[in-house]
């Protein structure tokens, strides 16, 4: 039977809630019945560990979907709201401009490489370590407010005002300023799925938090040319005016692309990985047993929360995979959630067991278009968990139900009501 009619009758469908309020299980009988499939939207689906990441390591399949005919794609993507939007000529133009200043997570070499190389260093292991006392002083303010309450929604109290202080800090964001990108970022990571999920509100709300975005950035990267702090931005800017290849639009989406991505997936990492804890008390005891295990724990929790719980490439030229032939201009959706709970690659992979030995998730990605911020987002996870134990060890989750945002790309809590004192 060709793979794009699973026997089972199950596909991935995007537009089915079930895949965003409890995945696994469906990922799971996906695995099973259809691994490989065409579903009724027209493109392919990988659920498997080992065809996710071959997908992620072939150059044939490509980040940036203006590298094939967009004719192409949109006859397979049959239910594609692009066509309508198409005739209306001030999202055609907005579309375009988007498309021209679209940040190098969406770009293949060798733009891809000249724009991230220009903000790589700020990333390393060595320089993300120099920032975790840091980190550690952020995070002990934060407790100290949230202990004094006693009941709070630790995303808000905790998961979300770390990893955004610690980003606009390292990009030399004002810190009156932050509070301003709460909508922005939301609508930006709401807008993240593939276009053809989105309504028309969801795509406007997007491009407007764009516009105001770059706005603000414009006004920044000016004042940090005009006056250069020791920050990122004005890093950029001086990049850019010391005759780099980054242009005014490539300068602008950089940093929104860093100021959303560098907090969107840590804040549903943290928030995340704090509630998968709560629901294996054997495992938040270990972790407050054993502080040390922290690092290797914070990988396992990356498998099993899967922040990301899928990526899509294009195929530019046509390939094999898993024994199924896929034409350029195929659209292709690895489900890296789905690839982190894979039995062939994980024993017993339903369990979080923050010793596991080699967890080679999928969480950040792999390849040339591995999570430039992982190490950063590593330590902040770190930093909080360890802290969260020592300080507040008989925290306890103060709902018996939560809610996830409607996103499906990106997978995260809407809250995590908790009691500190247990």
């Not at 060709?2 to 409890?22: H, N």
């Not at 920032?131 to 002083?137: H, I, S």
Request: hydrophobic content about 45%; glycine content about 6%.
């Amino acid at each position: 039977m060709m793979p794009d009619a699973p026997s089972s009758g199950l596909v991935f469908d995007p537009f089915d809630p079930r895949w965003v309020t409890d995945p696994f299980p469906l990922y799971a009988e996906l695995r099973q019945e259809a691994p490989v499939h065409r579903n009724h939207l027209g493109f392919w689906v990988l659920s498997r560990h080992a065809d996710c990441l071959a997908l992620l390591r072939d150059r044939r399949a490509s980040s940036d979907s203006t590298r094939v005919d967009a004719a192409r794609l949109a006859f397979r993507l049959r239910r594609d709201p692009a066509a309508t939007r198409a005739a209306d000529p001030a999202r055609t133009r907005a579309a375009a401009a988007m498309v021209e200043a679209r940040p190098f997570l969406f770009r293949d070499p060798p733009d891809h490489t000249r724009l991230r190389g220009l903000v790589s260093k700020a990333f390393t292991p060595r320089v993300v370590e120099s920032m975790r006392p840091r980190t550690q002083q952020i995070v002990d303010e934060l407790l100290d407010a949230a202990l004094d309450e006693g009941d709070v929604d630790l995303l808000r109290a905790l998961a979300y005002p770390l990893p955004v202080q610690v980003i606009c800090e390292l990009l030399g964001v004002p810190a009156e300023d932050q509070d301003r990108f709460q909508a922005w970022s939301g609508a930006l990571a709401r807008g993240i799925d593939p276009e053809f999920l989105l309504p028309d509100e969801v795509v406007d709300a997007r491009q407007a938090a764009v516009v105001e975005f770059a706005q603000y950035f414009f006004e920044l990267l000016a004042e940090r040319r005009a006056s250069p702090g020791d920050d990122l931005i004005s890093a950029l800017a001086l990049a850019e005016d010391g005759g780099d290849t980054l242009n005014e639009a490539e300068l602008l989406s950089t940093c929104i692309l860093l100021l959303v991505a560098g907090h969107e997936t840590t804040v549903n990492l943290i928030s995340g990985g704090v509630h998968a804890l709560l629901c294996h008390p054997d495992q938040w005891r270990r972790l407050r047993q054993d502080p040390g295990i922290v690092r290797n724990g914070v990988e396992e929790l990356l498998r099993f929360v899967s922040p990301v719980q899928f990526t899509v490439r294009t195929i530019v030229e046509d390939l094999d995979l898993a024994g199924v032939p896929m034409e350029e201009g195929d659209f292709v959706m690895a489900l890296l959630g789905s690839g982190n709970h894979d039995p062939e690659a994980f024993v017993d992979p339903e369990r979080l067991d923050l010793g596991r030995a080699n967890v080679n998730h999928l969480g950040f990605g792999f390849g040339i278009h591995h999570c430039l911020g992982a190490p950063l987002a590593r330590m902040e996870t770190q930093v909080a968990l360890t802290a969260l134990a020592r300080r507040a060890p008989n925290v306890a989750l103060a709902t018996d139900t939560v809610s996830y945002r409607p996103t499906v790309a990106l997978r995260g809590l809407e809250a995590l009501p908790v009691s500190l004192r247990g």
